[in-house]
C-alpha cells in the first residue's frame, strides 16, 4: 500500500514532495535494504549527500525500486570542499555518476563554509545544463545567504535547515522574506525535536 504525499511548490514552478527519505547515516547496504521498501510504501522524495558516502548505493536502490526515475525526487548535497568554481562543477558531475543519473531534482550546498559565492555560479550552470532542476541550501544563516544573493542569478528554491517544535525558525523566515525569499520552501531536518539538547 502507498501512501499519497502533499507537494509543495518550488519558485522555479516545479514542485517537492512535503516528506523525503533520509539516508543520513546508513550504510550502503542498509541503503539497498531499506530504500526500496520506502519507495514502495509511496516515499518519492529521497535524501542523500557527498558526506554520507551512499549515492552510489542509493543510484542502486533506485533503480532496483523499479519505479521510473520522473516519478522520484532526488536530492543530494556538495560539501564545503567541494564549493571553488571548477571544482564545484566537476563535483555535480561527479554525483550524478556516483547516483547514476542524468540529473537531479535538488542539489544544497551543506555547509556555510568555503567559497560557497563562486560555487553557486556553478551550481547555476548545471541548472542551465540541465544536470540540475533546482539548488538550494543547508544550514546557511542569513548574512551568508546575504552574500549569494548578492551575486545569484537563480534564488535559492530550498532551505534546508533544523526545524520542529522546539526551534521553529520563524525570524529566519521573516529575515528572508524581507530579501524577496518569501517564496523559498523551508525544507527541516530533525523535524520532530526528539531529544532536543534545548530540552535539557
Not at 162 to 190: F, M
Request: glycine share 8%; net charge negative; aromatic share 12%.
Amino acid at each position: 500500500m502507498t501512501a499519497s504525499v502533499p507537494l509543495f511548490t518550488m519558485s522555479n514552478g516545479l514542485t517537492i514532495p512535503a516528506m523525503g527519505y533520509g539516508v543520513y547515516m546508513m550504510s550502503s547496504e542498509e541503503v539497498e535494504r531499506c530504500l526500496p521498501q520506502a519507495i514502495e510504501l509511496g516515499y518519492t522524495h529521497i535524501d542523500t549527500a557527498n558526506a554520507y558516502f551512499n549515492e552510489v548505493a542509493v543510484g542502486r536502490a533506485i533503480k532496483a525500486s523499479g519505479v521510473s526515475r520522473e516519478n522520484l525526487f532526488v536530492t543530494s548535497k556538495l560539501f564545503p570542499q567541494s564549493y571553488p568554481y571548477e571544482q564545484c562543477a566537476a563535483d555535480i558531475d561527479a554525483t550524478l555518476e556516483r547516483l547514476g543519473m542524468d540529473y537531479v531534482d535538488l542539489l544544497l550546498f551543506h555547509q556555510p563554509y568555503g567559497d560557497y559565492v563562486s560555487g553557486w555560479r556553478a551550481m547555476e550552470k548545471a541548472v542551465r545544463a540541465g544536470k540540475v532542476r533546482a539548488i538550494g541550501l543547508s544550514n546557511f544563516p542569513v548574512h551568508k545567504i546575504d552574500e549569494i544573493l548578492a551575486v545569484a542569478e537563480i534564488k535559492p528554491a530550498v532551505l534546508q535547515v533544523e526545524i520542529n517544535p522546539y526551534w521553529n525558525q520563524h525570524d529566519l523566515k521573516t529575515q528572508l522574506a524581507e530579501r524577496g525569499l518569501s517564496d523559498i520552501v523551508y525544507e527541516g531536518w530533525y523535524p520532530l525535536g526528539l531529544f532536543s539538547p534545548s530540552l535539557f
